[in-house]
């Protein structure tokens, strides 16, 4: 079985600029090829995991999220670097799929199409709904300090689901992992 590192898109691996209505606004963050790259040397999984509502809601389509995820992939091939997998819920938040995190969804579809562990995996992310996440798949998880993570951390001082490990940035979880700090 193979172990994974699942990311959550905007505010971890790049900018948050909220609804993404043109990608043109998509700015990926300097330090995630390489980080992503050193993944791919682990031999783990480098997953990508994203919530993309704005669909459902009507505000742009898979197409446009797409173009976005084509943006990612150029930047990473810079660095050597590659996804594994994309998982996108593009569900509205009201129609109760089971990918929307923090339902585990895209973690078990990940699982079954690339035989993973989940107890022997991470989710980084800059929001608690990753880290809940995270722990509804049986996995661990990571807060960054990138996009919504500073204040995220701060409005959640009480919640039920505390990251494993909160570090400053992507690149800083990929080492802590890799490094078996975790
Ligand atoms: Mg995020
Ligand atoms: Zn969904």
Redesign the pocket.
């Known amino acids: 079985m193979h172990r994974a590192i699942f990311m959550?898109?905007?505010?971890?691996v790049s900018e948050?600029v909220g609804y993404m209505y043109h990608a043109g606004l998509y700015k990926v963050f300097s330090w995630t090829g390489p980080a992503i790259r050193k993944i791919n040397d682990s031999g783990m999984k480098a997953v990508l995991i994203?919530?993309q509502s704005g669909v459902g809601r009507g505000y742009f389509d898979e197409a446009d999220v797409e173009q976005v995820h084509r943006i990612l992939h150029a930047e990473l091939a810079v660095h050597g670097a590659k996804l594994d997998g994309v998982y996108v819920c593009v569900h509205h938040p009201a129609a109760g799929c089971d990918c929307r995190k923090p339902n585990p969804g895209m973690l078990l579809q990940a699982q079954r199409d690339m035989n993973i562990d989940l107890t022997r995996s991470f989710v980084i992310?800059?929001?608690y709904?990753?880290i809940e996440t995270a722990h509804n798949a049986g996995a661990k998880g990571i807060l960054v300090l990138t996009?919504?993570g500073q204040q995220e951390r701060e409005k959640h001082e009480r919640h039920l689901h505390q990251p494993d490990l909160v570090v400053q940035n992507l690149i800083e979880a990929v080492d802590s992992i890799l490094n078996g700090v975790l």
């Open positions: 959550d898109r905007d505010g971890t948050d994203t919530n992310g800059d929001k709904v990753d996009g919504f």
